[in-house]
C-alpha cells in the first residue's frame, strides 16, 4: 500500500523501496514478487520486470501451495507487455491445473483469458477447448461467502 501510495504521489524512489521492502517483509513471497514487478511493469523498466516476475514465480514453486494467483498476475504482465507469451501460457496452464485456485482468479477468467493467448499463438482448437472450458466453469460458479470458490 505504502509503494502504491508513493507511487501515485510521484516518489518513484521511495515506491520502488516500499515495493522492495514489502518482498523482504513478507519472507519473499510470490505475491509480493509480483507486486514489484507490476510497478516495474507500470514504470516501463522491462529487464527489472522480468527479474522480479521470475523471482515470484520462484518463490510460488517454493510454496506450500504452488501454483496460486501469483501465476496468474505473472501471466497477466507477461501478456500486457507482449513479452514471453509461451511462459504466460505455462503459468495459466499449471494455476488451472493446481487446486489451489482463489476466487480473485475465478478458473473460468483465467480458462478465458488462457484461450485469448492461446488465439493470440495460432491455436484456434487450443482456444476453442479453453473458451469452452471458460464457457462451463462461468456456468457453475459460485462464490462462497468467505470468497473461495467452488472452482
Known amino acids: 500500500m505504502k509503494g502504491r501510495l508513493a507511487e501515485k504521489d510521484k516518489n518513484y524512489a521511495l515506491a520502488e523501496s516500499e515495493f522492495k521492502q514489502a518482498v523482504e517483509a513478507s519472507n519473499q513471497s510470490a505475491d509480493a514478487w509480483m507486486a514489484l514487478a507490476s510497478y516495474y511493469s507500470r514504470r516501463h523498466q522491462t529487464e527489472l520486470m522480468l527479474t522480479a516476475l521470475h523471482a515470484g514465480i520462484d518463490a ?34 499449471q494455476y488451472l491445473a493446481s487446486p489451489n485456485k482463489s476466487a480473485d482468479s475465478p478458473a473460468f477468467q483465467v480458462s478465458a483469458n488462457l484461450g485469448r493467448l492461446l488465439e493470440q499463438q495460432g491455436d484456434q482448437e487450443g482456444a476453442r477447448q479453453q473458451q469452452q472450458a471458460a464457457a462451463a466453469l462461468a456456468h457453475a460458479y459460485r462464490p462462497t461467502a468467505t470468497g473461495a470458490t467452488s472452482h
Request: proline share 9%; aromatic share 0%.
Open 60 to 93: 510460488d514453486a517454493k510454496t506450500a501451495k504452488p501454483h496460486g494467483p501469483a501465476l496468474v498476475e505473472g501471466a497477466g504482465l507477461l501478456t500486457r507487455n507482449h513479452l514471453d507469451l509461451p511462459l504466460a501460457t505455462q503459468l495459466l496452464r
